[in-house]
């Protein structure tokens, strides 16, 4: 697919943006994905070339967590395995769905997340601890599941497996923070290796939008702001509102 110079201009600063909300407040998905939607590349472009920007961010938050001794390598290693494995199917099950019906069900489950995200995060904290085999199987369980909608989808992947994995796998905090970094970076390699495969990359757009991609995780990252929801919030509405309108445009 052919790429020209207001790809990059519509793109490149939007990803920008979603780097900076990810690490102000998380969700950065929502607006790392409708960006190329809105630059005008079919769905299955956009998907395959948004896993291979924002795994650059991924990539370098878990090299941070894994450097600082943050992740769990040995209760993480069942959960990365599940994890490829879903997230394969969900990307080969997105593949083979048309292009326009795929707009079709973005249009709902966007709007969806946004709202949960956004909206309705319940209390993540600390629950009893299971036995640890038992931690393990459930929290395998749940990186499979989830690695089935990231390598379909994607956006809140994160925010998502660290609420099911301190809520339903009773695992602690802490850990849950470092394993989460684990599975979400498998999750979006795998996926990203289904695209390239089947030729659903673009190289030159996904490598200079994942470059500023960390840019902006990086400065928002070292921004202190205590209202940092407050602020993301609208930036988030607003791209997902131009997404909306132009999806309805083109379906209408």
């Known amino acids: 697919m052919e790429l020209h110079l207001m790809h990059f201009l519509i793109v490149c600063p939007l990803v920008f943006l979603a780097g900076f909300v990810d690490a102000v407040a998380g969700g950065g998905g929502l607006i790392s994905l409708p960006a190329y939607l809105i630059a ?9 070339t948004n896993k291979l920007s924002s795994g650059m961010g991924t990539l370098i938050a878990t090299a941070k967590y894994a450097k600082n001794g943050y992740i769990a390598w040995k209760n993480a290693v069942l959960c990365i395995i599940t994890a490829l494995i879903g997230s394969s199917i969900g990307a080969k099950l997105a593949l083979r769905l048309d292009d326009y019906y795929f707009k079709r069900l973005i249009l709902v489950i966007l709007p969806c997340t946004a709202l949960y995200l956004m909206f309705g995060k319940p209390f993540i904290g600390e629950k009893e601890a299971f036995p640890l085999r038992k931690m393990i199987l459930f929290s395998a369980f749940i990186a499979f599941v989830i690695g089935i909608y990231d ?14 994995l301190t809520g339903v796998a009773h695992m602690g905090l802490k850990e849950a923070n470092g394993i989460t970094k684990a599975i979400n970076l498998t999750t979006n390699i795998t996926a990203l290796v289904v695209f390239l495969i089947n030729g659903k ?8 939008a994942g470059v500023c991609n960390m840019a902006g995780n990086y400065l928002g990252s070292h921004s202190f702001t205590s209202n940092g929801h407050k602020i ?18 083109e379906l209408i």
Do not use: E
Request: glycine content about 14%; proline content about 8%.
């Open 40 to 48: 005008g590349f079919p769905v299955h472009f956009a998907i395959g």
């Open 151 to 164: 390598g379909f989808y994607g956006p809140g992947t994160g925010t998502f497996l660290l609420l099911l």
């Open 201 to 208: 990359v673009l190289l030159p757009l996904g490598i200079a």
């Open 232 to 249: 993301v919030k609208p930036v988030m509405i607003v791209v997902i509102v131009i997404f909306f309108i132009k999806v309805l445009t």
